[in-house]
């Protein structure tokens, strides 16, 4: 039987058991029709995975008995920093939740000359709704982590995030010779930042700038996509040249 992911903010365990009411339980019976004995897996977005299996259920309530703790386990999956030029409303929730279910362990609203978001009034409280649309992703596609979202940033600033990214990669509209299977066909470092402008498209003067920082500049080909989709293109691509190398690895090791 298939074992299921469930992430459950605040997770609270009393002499190896755990209780689950409310919206959770609707979850786990309602939706997985789960019942006693099942097995499932919790995690809490802090790296830890509890393998759990259900004791008993309630009208209400469902009482789960962990059977271990798992810490940081590991995912199979690259670790991406997005930064990106915010957009105005639904659009930038879309991204927001559409890239931690692809798996970018960071997202940095990133601010270029031509962003059109300003967060001078309540900025906070955007990235609040941001924060819980990471939550309820993360919840939905059984992430072991939530994704970090930063306070916005200047382009400038980036660097200070990034940290020792060593694949770094730019979209840039003018670009028409590199491209993401040239960038991402070759071996680069475990952490890979891409930065995606705004729709206005990145001044001369901050490619410059991306350059002169180790960024390589590519083109995702004679389309234009908007800024929402652009992330998920590309965040795509990863995964997959990532699936790919993992099998080529595999197959090298085993002599086929």
């Not at 259900?54 to 940081?72: C, N, R, T, W």
Request: charged share 30%.
């Amino acid at each position: 039987m298939e074992i299921r992911r469930v992430f459950v903010d605040k997770l609270k365990i009393k002499n190896g058991m755990v209780l689950l009411a409310g919206p959770m339980h609707k979850y786990i019976i309602g939706v997985l029709r789960k019942r006693p004995g099942d097995r499932i897996d919790l995690i809490d977005g802090k790296g830890y995975l509890y393998r759990s299996t259900i004791q008993s259920v309630k009208a209400k309530e469902v009482y789960l008995q962990v059977l271990d703790v798992v810490h940081k386990p590991q995912e199979k999956r690259p670790k991406v920093i997005l930064c990106v030029s915010p957009i105005k409303g639904p659009r930038m929730d879309w991204l927001v939740e559409k890239a931690t279910e692809l798996g970018a362990e960071k997202i940095v609203p990133t601010v270029f000359k031509r962003t059109v978001v300003r967060f001078t009034d309540h900025p906070g409280e955007k990235i609040e709704r941001w924060k819980r649309i990471t939550v309820e992703a993360s919840r939905q596609s059984g992430r072991f982590t939530i994704p970090e979202i930063s306070e916005p940033t200047p382009l400038r600033g980036i660097t200070d995030l990034i940290g020792d990214a060593k694949k770094r990669v730019a979209l840039y509209e003018k670009e028409k010779r590199v491209t993401l299977r040239d960038v991402f066909g070759s071996k680069g470092g475990d952490v890979t930042c891409v930065v995606i402008g705004p729709e206005g498209g990145i001044e001369e003067e901050e490619v410059e700038w991306l350059r002169e920082n180790g960024f390589t500049t590519c083109t995702l080909g004679e389309n234009i996509f908007r800024t929402e989709t652009t992330p998920l293109i590309v965040l795509s691509v990863i995964l997959y040249e990532y699936a790919r190398a993992g099998n080529e690895s595999r197959q090298d090791n085993t002599g086929a």
